[in-house]
């Protein structure tokens, strides 16, 4: 069985920050793009970041761009987000994804990510 257990999520004040960490077994985590989702209470999911496994190329949603930076650790099958700059915007449950179909992120819909953890809340205070 393929699982994802996502950590590091809490209570946090605005500007500061939090690093969330996702840890895979049960697949072959350097062959694929990894992603981190959110989805704020009584919105879609959305995608935050994006690390492929081809080329190591990242990418960032335009409302994360520069406070936020994703890693990974293939050794460890672990991906880290680590978050900066915090806003209450960015209050979430936040989600780690691996899409099998793809090394790198480049194109990949959100529907495509085919294993997902439970998700860790972050909760970001003014």
């Known amino acids: 069985e393929v699982v994802f257990v996502e950590s590091g999520g809490g209570l946090v004040p605005a500007g500061g920050s939090l690093r969330l960490s996702c840890a895979a077994s049960?697949?072959?985590?350097?062959?694929?793009?990894v992603g981190w989702f959110r989805q704020v209470s009584g919105k879609e999911r959305e995608e935050v970041s994006c690390?492929?496994?081809?080329?190591?190329?990242?990418r960032y949603a335009e409302f994360v761009q520069g406070r936020f930076t994703i890693s990974r650790d293939n050794a460890k099958r672990t991906v880290y987000l680590q978050m900066n700059g915090l806003k209450p915007e960015d209050t979430a449950v936040y989600y780690c994804?691996?899409?099998?179909?793809?090394?790198?992120?480049?194109?990949?819909?959100?529907?495509?990510?085919?294993?997902w953890g439970q998700g860790t809340k972050v909760t970001v205070s003014s």
């Open positions: 994804a691996a899409n099998t179909l793809r090394r790198r992120c480049s194109q990949a819909p959100i529907y495509e990510y085919d294993y």
């Open positions: 690390a492929s496994a081809s080329d190591s190329s990242t």
């Open positions: 049960g697949l072959t985590f350097r062959d694929y793009a």
